[in-house]
């Protein structure tokens, strides 16, 4: 049995509900941890707090219209893109998709546009090779 660091009672993994708020908008984020049953402190894993910053970087990409880490991801799946390749295409960095993916970073309004019209055909990687 894992014991509480703080108060040494019994630590239990769990999901809790917490309330994320972004531009007056409120998103329930479910985040995985270990939890004190005693004092309630919560300990979480690097894990843990990627699953809830995907979450997160989802909501907020909503509120604000932006492509989601997982639209992101299949966008760049139909180009026939590897996240490298895809980086060094639109710029930012080699792992800049990587990090749009897991929700790191968030790509600018520029870039979601763009990726946007490939995904609907408008634009494709021939056209940005072109000009680049
Ligand atoms: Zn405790």
């Known amino acids: 049995m894992k014991k509480c660091p703080l108060c040494d009672s019994e630590l239990k993994r769990e999901e809790r509900t917490t309330h994320y708020t972004y531009k007056d908008k409120t998103q329930e984020i479910l985040q995985s941890g270990e939890y004190c049953v005693a004092?309630?402190?919560?300990f979480l894993s690097s894990k843990d707090l990627k699953a809830s910053q995907k979450q997160i970087a989802d909501f907020k990409r909503g509120v604000d219209h932006l492509l989601t880490t997982d639209?992101?991801?299949?966008?760049?799946?139909?180009?026939?893109l590897t996240q490298e390749k895809a980086s060094e295409l639109f710029g930012g960095g080699v792992r800049a998709f990587h990090k749009y993916e897991i929700g790191e970073n968030t790509q600018s309004r520029p870039l979601d546009i763009l990726l946007k019209l490939m995904d609907s055909g408008k634009?494709?990687?021939d056209d940005l090779q072109m000009v680049g």
């Open 123 to 125: 634009v494709s990687v």
């Open 71 to 80: 639209e992101v991801r299949a966008i760049r799946k139909k180009l026939k």
């Open 39 to 42: 004092c309630g402190e919560g």
